[in-house]
């Protein structure tokens, strides 16, 4: 019997229901800084910490929004990466070390300007990168994988080795010379991933389950 590989993209129902403004009101966000959303499991492949050093070497240009759980390990290596100074850290980051609702997540995608996807040896997709896409938002991603391939083919955002500092830096200055054309890859990125949902997700499992049977 011949066989059928189906690829199904992480599904995601994550659209823009207010401005970016009210949303960071809502969560208490500061208005006038360029915020780069890290969003998720917070672990170590996340690359959090290899973010929060190179903005360290351009302070007053971003902050990053790092919302989701993680281990204490972590919180230690962010600290690092600010010159284990805890105040400077604080100047760099915003940390919201829980999980949120799904209403809260939707309010952190719009309030972002742009998302952080660069992760560790990540061949995958990343659902993080459909939600950045269904908001319309430019993303900074690894150069592996499939998410490196959907960023250069799509034109999604930028791409960066985590591992390699001057290689974000390039990435971050290359946002800090034109903001503009980096935002406008966020069209891009709802051409890409707004009809990847969780109704269109189900509806091709079915369709795919039905194809079997015949």
Same mark, same amino acid.
């Given at each position: 019997? +011949?066989? !059928?590989?189906?690829?199904? $993209? ?12 009210? =949303? /960071? *009101? ?5 208005? &006038? !800084? ?9 672990? *170590? !492949? ?10 360290? #070497? /351009?302070?007053?240009? =971003?902050? *990053? ?7 204490? &390990? ?7 990466? @600010? ?14 070390? #829980? ?13 972002? &300007? ?13 659902? $993080? #990168? ?6 319309? #938002? ?21 791409? $960066?080795?985590?591992? !390699?500092?001057? %290689?974000?830096?390039? +990435?971050?200055?290359?946002? +800090? ?6 935002? =406008? ?12 949902? /969780? @109704? ?7 369709? %795919?389950?039905?194809? =079997?049977?015949?």
């Amino acid at each position: 019997m +011949a066989q !059928r590989v189906v690829r199904l $993209v992480d599904p995601a129902d994550c659209f823009r229901s207010q401005s970016r403004e009210a =949303a /960071r *009101a809502q969560l208490g966000l500061p208005q &006038d !800084r360029f915020l780069i959303l890290v969003y998720g499991e917070i672990a *170590a !492949r996340k690359a959090a910490a290899e973010l929060i050093g190179a903005l360290s #070497l /351009r302070p007053g240009f =971003a902050q *990053a929004v790092v919302v989701g759980r993680s281990g204490a &390990d972590l919180g230690d290596s962010l600290v690092q990466a @600010a010159d284990g100074d805890a105040k400077k850290l604080a100047t760099l980051m915003i940390r919201i070390d #829980l999980r949120v609702s799904n209403d809260e997540e939707r309010q952190f995608f719009e309030a972002a &300007d742009a998302v952080w996807v660069a992760y560790h040896d990540h061949p995958g997709m990343s659902g $993080v #990168l459909v939600q950045a896409g269904q908001m319309a #938002l430019p993303v900074i991603g690894c150069e592996a994988g499939a998410i490196g391939r959907y960023c250069r083919e799509q034109r999604l955002g930028l791409t $960066v080795e985590p591992h !390699r500092r001057e %290689s974000i830096l390039a +990435a971050l200055d290359q946002i +800090a010379s034109d903001r503009a054309g980096f935002a =406008a890859m966020g069209s891009r990125g709802h051409a890409t991933f707004s009809s990847f949902t /969780r @109704a269109r997700f189900i509806e091709q499992i079915g369709e %795919s389950l039905t194809e =079997a049977e015949g």
